[in-house]
């Protein structure tokens, strides 16, 4: 009977040839998609952190907040302020050198 259909068998040969190799392809494939998902899961479970920790960095304002209607600079960190200048001065303006601390004996 091989002699009677020699392609038939050939072609019955590769189609389960491939069939096999389609199947292996499809597993690496799955294999690789639920790695992907397994790490999509992970970073969405990181989303809230890195969001509370962007949501606390300094960030620099420029507002009217103190004094006169001159802006003042500022860090705001969460609901703390750092100030680098306050009515347009720099913060260091507002403090004298010549402030000394006398001891007494």
């Known amino acids: 009977m091989a002699k009677e259909r020699p392609g038939l068998?050939?072609?019955?040969?590769?189609a389960a040839i491939l069939t096999i190799s389609s199947n292996v392809r499809i597993r690496k494939i799955e294999s690789r998609v639920q790695v992907l998902d397994n790490r999509?899961?992970?970073i969405q479970n990181m989303l809230?952190?890195?969001q509370s920790k962007v949501e606390s960095f300094p960030m620099l304002k420029q507002e009217n907040v103190i004094g006169t209607p001159a802006i003042d600079k500022f860090y705001e960190i969460g609901t703390n302020r750092v100030y680098l200048?306050?009515?347009g001065k720099?913060?260091?303006s507002y403090f004298?050198?010549?402030s000394t601390i006398k001891l007494e004996r």
Request: glycine share 0%; no cysteine; charged share 20%.
């Open 96 to 98: 004298t050198n010549q």
């Open 48 to 50: 809230p952190n890195l």
């Open 85 to 87: 200048e306050i009515d």
């Open 90 to 92: 720099p913060v260091e």
């Open 40 to 42: 999509t899961h992970e």
């Open 9 to 14: 068998y050939a072609m019955i040969a590769v």
